[in-house]
């Protein structure tokens, strides 16, 4: 089955530091998703993105479908930005179920 | 409000005793799923409907049950918990089942169950 590798698997960040977090998968997908999983367990949707770029506020993210890999940018990182962030990919398909990577937990220190 | 809800949030059990976990959209998505989270081993599928009445496998289904008789309600029964069975539940619903389009294919996740079997 597909493959979705996530890196790092760890980040540490001082508050107002920018990060980026890497995604890669093995195989076309038609859907690609980032999450990030708060520190109460829930899983909020950050971006939809098969392919291209998008932007909310300080968060961008952009996959480059053909290379197969995504990546999550954090710009003026805060405190309530911490948890984990979970790229998960699906391929075509009617059946298919979202795959997630093992995640990177991200701690942002004040 | 779009969303996806599931009751209870959290729950202690014992062995043997049966439960069922409710999960619930509004926006009249065809397609709904349940995942467990465990520790180092990720979000994994259990069940999944692609319309009313129609439910298959997903990759852990032993030891659970589920139903669809309405299109907005999907519960996980589990017949009788054992203590492998606790973990971090997840309902999750998208609209359709094809295309590329957000807003078929972005799935959108409840707010979790924390489940206990002692």
């Known amino acids: 089955g597909i493959q979705v590798e996530q890196s790092p698997p760890d980040l540490i960040l001082q508050e107002g530091a920018n990060s980026t977090l890497r995604c890669n998968f093995s195989?076309?997908?038609?859907?690609l998703q980032w999450f990030h999983q708060n520190p109460w367990g829930q899983l909020i949707n950050l971006f939809y993105?098969?392919?291209g770029t998008k932007q909310n506020g300080r968060l961008s993210a952009t996959t480059v479908a053909t290379e197969r890999y995504s990546l999550l940018y954090i710009s003026s990182s805060q405190t309530t930005d911490s948890g984990v962030y979970f790229c998960?990919?699906?391929?075509?398909?009617?059946?298919?179920?979202?795959?997630f990577g093992k995640g990177t937990k991200l701690s942002v220190k004040p | 409000e779009a969303q996806v809800t599931q009751n209870p949030r959290y729950l202690i059990t014992v062995t043997g005793k049966k439960l069922t976990v409710t999960c619930s959209q509004n926006?009249?998505?065809?397609?709904m799923s349940w995942y467990r989270q465990d520790p180092g081993l990720g979000l994994r599928q259990i069940y999944y409907?692609?319309?009313?009445?129609?439910?298959d496998k997903g990759d852990v289904p032993e030891g659970y049950k589920v139903s669809r008789k309405e299109k907005r309600n999907f519960p996980l029964i589990l017949e009788s918990p054992s203590p492998n069975q606790t973990s971090l539940y997840f309902c999750?619903?998208?609209?359709?089942?094809?295309?590329?389009?957000?807003?078929?294919?972005?799935?959108?996740f409840g707010p979790g169950t924390r489940l206990t079997v002692l």
């Open positions: 999750a619903s998208r609209a359709g089942t094809s295309g590329r389009w957000s807003s078929y294919n972005e799935q959108f």
């Open positions: 195989d076309s997908v038609n859907n």
């Open positions: 993105i098969p392919s």
């Open positions: 998960a990919v699906r391929k075509g398909g009617s059946q298919g179920n979202l795959i």
């Open positions: 926006m009249n998505h065809e397609y």
């Open positions: 409907s692609m319309n009313v009445e129609v439910t």
